[in-house]
């Protein structure tokens, strides 16, 4: 049996979703048709958009409810992020960790750096946000108080340790550092060292923060 590590919402937290995004649908109900309330076509759009974005999160909510899938899925032979989306250890050259009121956890492999950087409004949200033009092939995160972004790196920690494990000396260079370090159970975000736009081996280390603005224009 293949050991691994599943990572998967209790149900209270399921259910809390699905109760969060009924209210965001409620609250556009309720800028919709309370003119008195909330006069003017502004407070309706902005309730027809509450409503149209809750009714889709409830979906999706609700069809992983139903279906019971997990959140994330890790072992030695890579990550799944959803039941159809699986990526290998073997591709993975870099995982980069956005902070912010949800820490997103984005997945870039070798075939990313691959493309040609995208200049549009997608690449500079891109290198604002993840210090690089090129986007991740994978994204997680998770809202839930069970699952934190430390817990995730932590399996990313072991489980890519034991993939480094059945690869030759020569071979396991190329997958050195490319996942965040966890010190004292605080995870230590830096200039990661596995890519050559932002200088290999002259990252410097901070316990709080990514300097993003000296990062693009690094890359500039």
């Not at 290999?200 to 923060?209: K, Q, V």
Request: overall charge negative; glycine content about 8%; hydrophobic content about 40%.
């Amino acid at each position: 049996m293949e050991d691994k590590k599943i990572f998967k919402p209790t149900i209270w937290e399921k259910k809390l979703s699905l109760g969060g995004t009924l209210l965001f649908i409620a609250a556009g109900c309720l800028l919709i048709f309370s003119d008195e309330l909330f006069p003017g076509p502004a407070f309706s759009f902005i309730g027809v958009v509450s409503v149209l974005f809750g009714g889709l999160c409830f979906l999706v909510f609700l069809l992983s409810y139903l279906k019971g899938e997990p959140l994330l899925v890790v072992s030695e032979n890579g990550v799944n992020i959803s039941s159809d989306h699986f990526i290998p250890w073997r591709d993975v050259r870099e995982v980069r960790i956005l902070q912010g009121d949800i820490e997103q956890i984005g997945i870039f492999t070798f075939e990313d750096f691959e493309e040609t950087p995208s200049q549009d409004f997608l690449g500079r949200m891109a290198q604002r946000s993840w210090g690089t033009k090129i986007l991740p092939t994978g994204v997680t995160s998770s809202t839930y108080r069970s699952i934190t972004h430390v817990d995730i790196i932590e399996a990313f920690q072991k489980y890519h340790d034991q993939f480094l494990a059945t690869l030759s000396e020569d071979e396991r260079e190329k997958y050195v550092d490319v996942i965040p370090q966890i010190v004292d159970g605080k995870l230590q975000v830096r200039e990661l060292k596995n890519t050559d736009e932002f200088g290999s081996g002259n990252e410097e280390s901070t316990a709080d923060f990514i300097d993003w603005e000296a990062l693009m224009k690094r890359e500039k």
